[in-house]
């Protein structure tokens, strides 16, 4: 059972910043994928950021030039830098790791809370 530890998350007011990080408990093989996604009182959840193992990165719409992922050497830890927060960055945020060759496997965090005021 691989857990996927986070932490960063808090209440921030607008305009602020916070970092999250979110790692895997133990030895695993490496995500193909590793990134967030948040979900917000009455919405659904929707990817915000995703990182490659090749480098590439994806940013939903609406956070992008202000959240930036980023992954260290292991390939194993995941950052999410959100800078210039809006009320409407107020969820839930979750940790993905996500590998498609053998073994495979797709493993969430527990959830973050962002909240930020206005």
């Known amino acids: 059972q691989v857990q996927l530890v986070e932490s960063g998350g808090g209440l921030v007011q607008a305009g602020g910043s916070l970092r999250l990080s979110c790692a895997a408990s133990?030895?695993?093989?490496?995500?193909?994928?590793m990134g967030w996604y948040r979900q917000a009182p009455g919405k659904q959840r929707e990817m915000v950021a995703t990182?490659?193992?090749?480098?590439?990165?994806h940013y939903a719409g609406s956070v992008k030039g202000r959240f930036t992922i980023s992954r260290d050497g292991a390939r194993n830890t995941v950052h999410l830098q959100m800078n210039s927060l809006e009320p409407e960055d107020t969820a839930v945020y979750y940790c993905?790791?996500?590998?498609?060759?053998?073994?495979?496997?797709?493993?969430w965090g527990q959830g973050t809370q962002v909240t930020v005021s206005s």
């Open positions: 993905n790791a996500r590998r498609t060759g053998a073994p495979s496997y797709n493993y």
């Open positions: 133990g030895s695993i093989f490496s995500p193909n994928t």
């Open positions: 990182s490659a193992s090749g480098g590439s990165t």
